[in-house]
């Protein structure tokens, strides 16, 4: 391991370690005065972010995107101090952090026996998300985690969230489809945070009048096991509370190939995810590149990468 890899590791292990044992009001201002320092010194991840924020709102000023790039550190930021206290909060404290608005969509496709796929965006915090499903509802659920560098930190976010509750697979491999297959064919409920593409297999879609892809799994897994697919949102307001959306089912289209079905499906789905960014810019925490414009090219069929 590299000694980045191991500042990497070291750091994150303090967050869990020590922000956990802060009072809740200390950490919510350590994560506020760390966001507010990362914001002025405008950082690589800083500016993607009022990048990112200027294709949500295209008529805002320079001053307004500054603002809401503060405000999306500081969101970002709160993500954070919570999730390092997640593994501490007590179960009271779990179901009241989160209230959810048309929940019903989720209850009765488990009701029904169906599966459901929760499909979300990098919106407020979905880990808590995730801990409310499993303590409030008592409903498991299987999710797909990203492969990070070093694998040390991958096994502190898989230990992490397998604490929460949840089960977690590796998003490489190329086991995970069938495994996210069984289990809603089997009733169960599958969450994915899917508007970034991780493979080369994205569907493109249009994003803010852009294109970009999208992770195909949500559309591919709803058409080969009949599950409910809902799109999730999330953001804060100015109280303890995390808010959230379920919002209305994505039909699988009668007609078309699987491809056609696919594109039509992550479409809406890509729409669904738009409506909530839009109405709470800053608790979307994209960080990165996303558009296809800002993405380096990818090479042609038959050309070395």
Request: charged content about 25%; aromatic content about 8%.
């Amino acid at each position: 391991m590299s000694a980045r890899d191991r500042l990497t590791d070291s750091l994150y292990g303090l967050g869990w370690g020590a922000v956990k044992k802060l009072p809740e009001p200390v950490a919510v201002r350590l994560g506020r005065t760390i966001a507010d320092l990362t914001w002025k010194r405008r950082g690589k991840g800083v500016r993607r972010l009022e990048s990112n924020y200027a294709r949500v709102l295209p008529d805002a000023s320079p001053e307004r995107l500054a603002e809401l790039s503060r405000a999306g550190m500081r969101s970002y930021l709160r993500y954070w101090m919570e999730s390092f206290r997640l593994p501490a909060w007590s179960a009271d404290r779990v179901r009241e952090g989160l209230t959810v608005k048309d929940l019903h969509h989720l209850t009765d496709g488990i009701a029904a026996g169906r599966g459901v796929v929760l499909a979300l965006p990098h919106m407020a915090n979905w880990d808590l998300a995730g801990a409310w499903v499993t303590t409030e509802l008592r409903i498991p659920f299987t999710t797909v985690a990203e492969r990070l560098k070093p694998e040390t930190l991958y096994d502190r976010f898989v230990a992490y969230r397998e604490g929460l509750g949840m089960e977690v697979l590796p998003h490489s491999g190329g086991t995970a489809f069938g495994t996210l297959a069984r289990r809603l064919r089997d009733g169960g409920l599958v969450c994915l945070v899917a508007e970034r593409d991780l493979s080369s297999s994205g569907v493109e879609v249009q994003f803010f009048g852009e294109a970009t892809r999208i992770p195909a799994g949500p559309a591919l897994l709803a058409q080969q096991t009949g599950a409910l697919l809902l799109p999730v949102t999330l953001w804060y307001d100015d109280s303890p509370v995390m808010r959230g959306r379920i919002h209305p089912p994505i039909e699988v289209p009668e007609s078309g190939n699987r491809a056609e079905k696919t594109s039509v499906m992550a479409q809406a789905l890509a729409d669904a995810f738009a409506s909530g960014i839009a109405d709470h810019p800053e608790d979307w925490h994209m960080l990165q590149r996303l558009w296809l414009a800002d993405l380096e090219p990818r090479p042609a069929d038959g050309e070395r990468p």
